[in-house]
């Protein structure tokens, strides 16, 4: 399969549900560009596969046993780390540095998206740019949360660059990213293990840290950018804890995000487990929308 680009995401048996929906939103809307499901052994494939049903001409899935990239010195330290991520989702992070490393000699431009995200228009318009080199990584900078979040956590910063970018959404130049491969993924984490709080995004944006260009926030409108009332978003991430599925506390000011998780939501309620689509609607109904 030779193209100019390519689209991949990284798949956690557990989490089909959120993963058809984010599948869904983003077929509909970039359909042209091929797409790679990298599925952890185990995932219930066929519910993906019925879900996506007439769209899946374009869409290959992978079943893989992810890499058990875990190790014990990570965040040992560091009060902190699970504050970021949960610890057991390092493999499916492993595996996005792998699939980036396998995929770059099919494509110009791998273009990747986290699945607690929904697309709500196209991403072609950025993609099909002639301003976009394959040797660049473009991606929507989280610089000035990250400040803070250092400054708040009185932590040693290893990420100096002007554009720390969060990989919900990348477009990642093949060129751009010959030094990411599991090798130095590993290199980096056990070099700097009490100082690394989302693992794989630190590493793209630590060793690509001259080949980084921001791009405008509605391609990944986060919960933390000061953008998200007033931007008309391309794609939508619920990058917190506070998805519109989990119970925990949600964020002021976003439940016309959350309203708008349901509406993709229940395009697909015959393909979702009747348990998330009531949690969904039970967060809906808390904010009284």
Request: a neutral charge; charged letters at 25%.
């Amino acid at each position: 399969m030779i193209c100019s680009k390519l689209a991949f995401c990284v798949l956690d048996a557990g989490y089909v549900d959120p993963a058809i929906v984010s599948i869904n939103s983003f077929l509909k809307f970039n359909q042209n560009i091929p797409l790679v499901i990298y599925a952890e052994t185990g995932t219930n494939t066929a519910r993906i596969m019925d879900a996506i049903g007439t769209g899946s001409h374009n869409v290959r899935i992978i079943s893989e046993n992810f890499p058990d990239v875990t190790p014990e010195e990570l965040g040992k330290d560091n009060p902190y780390f699970e504050l970021f991520v949960n610890r057991k989702s390092l493999p499916a992070f492993a595996q996005r540095i792998k699939a980036i490393d396998d995929l770059r000699k099919y494509a110009d431009l791998l273009i990747n998206f986290d699945l607690d995200t929904i697309f709500i228009n196209t991403i072609e318009k950025l993609v099909n740019n002639e301003g976009i080199d394959n040797r660049f990584i473009y991606g929507v900078s989280e610089r000035k949360n990250r400040d803070r979040w250092m400054r708040q956590l009185n932590t040693r910063e290893i990420i100096n660059n002007e554009n720390y970018v969060n990989s919900g959404f990348l477009v990642i130049g093949s060129e751009s990213s010959r030094e990411i491969n599991l090798k130095n993924y590993v290199k980096f984490l056990n070099k700097f293990p009490n100082d690394i709080y989302c693992p794989e995004q630190d590493f793209i944006n630590y060793i690509c840290s001259g080949n980084i260009v921001r791009i405008p926030e509605a391609f990944n409108l986060m919960f933390t950018s000061e953008e998200y009332q007033t931007t008309s978003p391309v794609m939508i991430h619920y990058l917190s804890k506070s998805k519109p599925w989990t119970a925990e506390p949600i964020p002021a000011g976003v439940g016309y995000y959350f309203k708008r998780y349901l509406v993709e939501a229940e395009k697909n309620q015959s393909f979702l487990s009747s348990n998330f689509l009531k949690s969904i609607k039970n967060n809906v109904e808390k904010l009284n929308l």
